[in-house]
């Protein structure tokens, strides 16, 4: 292939698959010159233990979405699967390119190695990389002092209006592009055409139908609700996938809430959920200026808190047979669609930390993988939270009994995925284990066999853990070992 004489620039995509309030698209018009827009699969960080098919139908989707926005101009995403140095070093040696455009990634710890040596590659083959904030997270700074007043700031920017222009389509470039030598597999390919009925699908169109749906309507329950596994699938605004990848910005979210809040009689639900979205970005800051979140403890004594760490315990976790109803329901709730509300993620993390004694990172990357949602920066720094391993909060440890008689009063979120034990009343339902055998034969569910018996008592359970750990970092605060880490090479994560 020769290398073309037109100067070209790139917009690499990540989690940003959208076509409005995108400014790396934005700026790449505004140069003025024809661009091609390129998304790369990258084998490295398919075979990493956080990515699971789920993800990458959701991409599959969230860029077939974007290529039918730009049909009537002609423009297609590039698609390359290998690793991003192999595909820029052939881009480069076969277009004459000039700019790159991208978003900004707090990703785990791998993209950002991974990123350093890209910018040195750039540099050296004299491309200018451009990279944008994401959302209202904020690159290279040490502390939070003034993040609150940065962060409304950037939420009160315009939203970038983006537009398009037949003429700044490489067409003879595209169409070379597309003879690359890093070919999608076929089993990738087809994700697009993949939907499940019990999981959301990828795209802007999806996510405004969502987004349209709770302001109008869902977004009523959204107080009462959010606490409650059966309830919240619907009052929540299940907006969490399409932000995780980007097909709505943080900050379309922001603003158009504001401006329905104007128009509404409930305006504190609607304040609560703002609330929220603010702290979306506060974890992915966190996430921004400590990867390391990924791996080891921010509160560096809990490394001595040893655990028994029981295989058999924790795959009954992973699989949602723990004979806890609760638990159980949950995760195969979340196995099944995706999705579970905030505090049964929390509960999920309780269970397995406190009450299974299992090393949180046992755990990480199962429900990584089940989470269709799933952001490093908010998936590792609440893990640690409801591990109780960051050391600067409250230890929150869930009791299953007790939340599902608060949060699933009625018991239909257990008995649609428990469905063993449906036939149970309500006072059995949550805690099984105290049938009679009267009562197991009367309801035809038997401990053991319909349903497994439970793989611990709770009783005590929590208290146990609780004086466990209180030790540990009372320990820490007496060493001062209580402090959080954060390496100098991530903490300066803009010194590229």
Not at 297 to 309: G, H, Q, T
Not at 359 to 386: C, K, N, S
Not at 449 to 478: F, R
Request: hydrophobic share 40%.
């Amino acid at each position: 292939m020769q290398v073309t004489k037109e100067a070209l620039n790139l917009v690499w995509l990540k989690r940003d698959l959208r076509t409005q309030d995108h400014l790396p698209l934005a700026e790449a018009e505004k140069a003025g010159i024809p661009y091609l827009v390129v998304f790369v699969f990258e084998p490295s960080l398919l075979a990493y233990p956080d990515c699971a098919e789920r993800h990458l139908r959701f991409q599959m989707q969230s860029l077939h979405d974007m290529q039918n926005k730009w049909e009537a101009i002609g423009r297609k995403p590039v698609l390359f699967y290998g690793e991003v140095l192999a595909v820029f070093d052939w881009i480069c040696k076969h277009f004459n390119i000039k700019q790159v455009f991208s978003y900004q990634e707090s990703g785990i710890e791998k993209t950002f190695q991974r990123d350093l040596l890209l910018a040195k590659f750039f540099k050296e083959n004299g491309v200018l990389w451009r990279e944008f904030q994401r959302n209202g997270v904020v690159r290279g700074i040490q502390n939070r002092q003034q993040w609150d007043q940065k962060w409304h700031g950037y939420m009160a920017e315009p939203l970038v209006q983006n537009s398009y222009q037949a003429s700044l389509i490489p067409v003879e470039s595209q169409q070379l592009a597309y003879k690359h030598p890093f070919p999608i597999p076929e089993s990738i390919l087809k994700l697009k055409e993949h939907s499940s009925a019990l999981m959301q699908a990828g795209g802007e169109d999806m996510a405004w139908q969502y987004f349209n749906g709770f302001l109008t309507e869902r977004y009523s329950g959204y107080q009462t609700h959010i606490s409650k596994p059966m309830l919240s699938r619907k009052s929540c605004s299940r907006l969490s996938p399409f932000i995780a990848w980007g097909n709505l910005s943080i900050r379309q979210v922001y603003q158009t809430t504001k401006k329905i809040q104007l128009q509404v009689h409930n305006k504190r639900a609607l304040q609560a959920f703002l609330t929220r979205v603010k702290w979306h970005d506060h974890f992915v800051q966190k996430f921004e200026q400590c990867c390391t979140y990924e791996y080891k403890p921010i509160n560096k004594a809990f490394e001595a808190l040893a655990a028994s760490n029981s295989q058999e315990k924790l795959l009954a976790w992973k699989h949602g047979n723990t004979g806890i109803p609760l638990v159980d329901a949950n995760m195969r709730a979340l196995i099944h669609t995706g999705w579970i509300n905030f505090r049964m993620r929390a509960l999920l993390v309780s269970f397995l930390t406190h009450h299974l004694d299992i090393d949180w990172r046992l755990g990480v990357y199962h429900m990584a993988l089940q989470f269709l949602d799933y952001e490093p920066g908010i998936h590792y720094t609440q893990f640690q939270m409801q591990a109780g391993t960051t050391g600067v909060n409250i230890l929150r440890v869930y009791n299953p009994v007790k939340n599902a008689m608060e949060h699933d009063a009625d018991g239909a979120f257990i008995r649609k995925w428990v469905p063993e034990i449906a036939t149970l009343p309500n006072n059995l339902l949550f805690q099984p284990w105290q049938m009679t055998a009267i009562e197991s034969t009367m309801y035809q569910v038997e401990l053991g066999k319909t349903y497994p018996i439970p793989i611990i008592q709770l009783q005590g359970k929590n208290k146990d853990m609780v004086t466990k750990i209180y030790a540990i970092k009372k320990s820490a605060e007496a060493q001062n070992e209580g402090k959080i880490i954060v390496s100098k090479l991530v903490r300066n994560r803009k010194k590229k």
